[in-house]
């Protein structure tokens, strides 16, 4: 099947999408417009946004499923630093960070259609909602990782995990406490909350952990180093 998301302007759609590769294969311009673009074994074709649509949302999407995220995820990033100078994570286009062990990622593109490009083999299997084995802190952690690593939400994620935060519970651990507080950190870019860092970082600083502690916490992140020299204050 070949998908057909809205184009708000076909000369920037053009642009873009064959900055990362892909061939233009049909170009119409009337009685309507209409693209089709394809790379490796992936199709995609455009048509024009349909009246109503809100274009500050991102609500069309379609899945993409490869043998291998991570080749795809790299290729992107390479053709959007030569493009723009950087990979962008938030804004339009961005692309979602893969982190290790994930099995999908996100291309936005300027009109915020979301191309999701999963693993073939992924698990079928997931708990949304957070794991019934779970409470409190670790089950909204666990929360926050389906809504981060498979539906690609990191706004959704950090407000997860700053609403468990905000309402403790008595079994509530100071080991998950801090790993909310890392993952926050790291998430805030991508969930557009940068003004939270500075207070979410001094909130890290204050629980003093062990080395052994922030490794703990700093676990299931993309880049460890980043949170850690936060911080550090490096």
Not at 24 to 40: G, I
Not at 144 to 155: G, T
């Amino acid at each position: 099947m070949i998908p057909i998301l809205p184009s708000g302007d076909v000369d920037r759609t053009v642009g873009f999408y064959q900055g990362l590769g892909f061939a233009l294969h049909h170009r119409q311009a009337k009685p309507y417009p209409y693209l089709a673009f394809s790379w490796r074994a992936v199709s995609i074709h455009f048509g024009r946004t349909p009246d109503g649509v809100d274009g500050a949302r991102e609500d069309f999407a379609c899945l993409i499923a490869v043998d291998d995220v991570t080749d795809y995820h790299s290729h992107f990033a390479a053709q959007l630093r030569h493009l723009l100078g950087r990979v962008p994570s938030s804004g339009r286009p961005r692309l979602t960070r893969l982190r290790p062990g994930a099995s999908r990622f996100t291309l936005v593109d300027p009109d915020g259609n979301n191309l999701i490009f999963v693993r073939r083999d992924e698990p079928n299997s997931l708990e949304y909602g957070g794991s019934p084995r779970l409470t409190g802190l670790a089950k909204s952690i666990d929360n926050a990782r389906i809504l981060r690593d498979y539906r690609v939400d990191p706004r959704a994620a950090f407000r997860s995990l700053d609403s468990a935060l905000r309402r403790p519970k008595a079994d509530d651990q100071c080991e998950d406490r801090a790993t909310a507080l890392a993952w926050m950190i790291e998430l805030a870019s991508d969930a557009g909350a940068e003004a939270r860092l500075p207070g979410l970082i001094e909130e890290l600083r204050k629980m003093q952990l062990s080395e052994t502690e922030l490794d703990s916490a700093l676990a299931g992140l993309s880049d460890q180093n980043v949170v850690r020299r936060l911080h550090d204050g490096h």
